[in-house]
């Protein structure tokens, strides 16, 4: 599976964004889809996940209730929208494809977009 991510860019603190990712390949083999970050100097960590059978999400403490994780199954496309960011928010953005909505689940991963967050 190839992962192609976008959408990332710079906003201030308590603005939006929306970040898109498309998917092409052996997408059917593909059941769930996820989004994780890494900021500078610090481990990638997971930030939210979507099974694309039944739309089941899976979001990590951090970003509960600001971030949105949802998939267009006929454009094989998987969005993330951000809403109320913080500066520390800011990081390379990757999706990945997994097998579950566990982390641990996901093994693929695409090009990262930057999201950079101002104070």
């Known amino acids: 599976v190839q992962l192609q991510a976008s959408g990332g860019g710079l906003v201030q603190a308590g603005g939006s964004l929306r970040l898109s990712c498309v998917a092409s390949?052996?997408?059917?083999?593909?059941?769930?889809m996820g989004w994780f970050r890494q900021a500078p100097g610090k481990e990638r960590e997971f930030v939210a996940a979507i099974a694309w059978s039944g739309g089941s999400t899976y979001y990590a403490d951090s970003v509960k209730g600001r971030f949105t994780i949802s998939g267009d199954n006929a454009k094989n496309t998987v969005y993330l929208q951000m809403n109320s960011l913080k500066p520390e928010d800011t990081a390379v953005y990757y999706c990945?494809?997994?097998?579950?909505?566990?982390?641990?689940?996901?093994?693929?991963w695409g090009q990262g977009t930057q999201v950079t967050v101002s104070s």
């Open positions: 390949g052996r997408t059917f083999s593909v059941p769930a």
């Open positions: 990945a494809a997994g097998y579950g909505l566990h982390p641990q689940s996901f093994g693929s």
